[in-house]
């Protein structure tokens, strides 16, 4: 199970912090990332990042501005979110997908796991 937290109502231009928690899963061999749906659009790719954590991808529209991390031991992942934009609004999802590089996982949307999402909204 993954938990997302961190979500709520920010001005553009602010950030915000999201966390994404694991438990009862194995977080072994999991690729995690962050996915994100704006109502009337399709679900994107947003940050993925390897077991590792040496890898990362992102999304064109999010590149500079956020930054993903994740603590193996903590089983957790960080989406830091900065100069957020009100195109940014959506509702963000945490997933996994077992073995999977993070072009094919954030670029095809491709996951194994889902959390229940959290939703950003930026707006004045």
């Known amino acids: 199970q993954l938990v997302e937290s961190g979500g709520g109502l920010v001005q553009p231009g602010g950030s915000l912090r999201l966390s994404c928690a694991a438990s009862d899963f194995n977080w072994a061999g999991y690729t995690i990332g962050w996915f994100r749906q704006a109502p009337g659009k399709e679900r994107a790719g947003v940050s993925c990042?390897?077991?590792?954590?040496?890898?990362?991808n992102y999304g064109d529209s999010v590149a500079g501005r956020f930054s993903i991390s994740r603590d193996n031991a903590k089983k957790t992942v960080i989406l830091q979110m900065n100069n957020l934009r009100p195109e940014d609004t959506a509702v963000y999802y945490c997933v996994a997908a077992f073995m999977r590089d993070v072009q094919t996982m954030c670029g095809q949307v491709l996951a194994d796991i889902w959390g229940q999402g959290t939703q950003v909204t930026v707006s004045s």
């Open positions: 990042i390897t077991e590792d954590g040496v890898t990362t």
